[in-house]
Nanobody, 116 residues
Framework: QVQLVESGGGLVQPGGSLRLSCAAS????????MRWYRQAPGKERELVAT????????NYADSMKGRFTISRDNAKNTVYLQMNSLKPEDTAVYYC?????????WGQGTQVTVSS
């Protein structure tokens, strides 16, 4: 059974940093690209970043480029999202997701709130 467990969210001041983690299980993690999404109150879920199965290729939404970094540790079945220079508009619930046939599985997400 596919499980995705996000953690690392919290309350941070504008300009601060957070590192999110997503622990995956129930599938061959190293064989799948992974994504981070976010959903702010009253808004649709949006794609934040994608990382290839081996970790050698990454892509970001324009508003996150230069501020967010996606990475993964295939030995730990974990994908990360390092978020720097956070802005109030980054406030959202952040989710990780498997690219491809397992994309229907979602975790509970982790809340990130950027506020002074």
């Amino acid at each position: 059974q596919v499980q995705l467990v996000e953690s690392g969210g919290g309350l941070v001041q504008p300009g601060g940093s957070l590192r999110l983690s997503c622990a995956a299980s129930g599938f061959t993690f190293r064989s799948y690209a992974m994504r981070w999404y976010r959903q702010a109150p009253g808004k649709e879920r949006e794609l934040v970043a994608t990382i290839s199965a081996g970790g050698g290729s990454t892509n970001y939404a324009d508003s996150m480029k230069g501020r967010f970094t996606i990475s993964r540790d295939n030995a730990k079945n974990t994908v990360y999202l390092q978020m720097n220079s956070l802005k109030p508009e980054d406030t959202a619930v952040y989710y990780c997701n498997v690219v491809g046939r397992l994309s229907g599985y979602w975790g509970q997400g982790t809340q990130v709130t950027v506020s002074s």
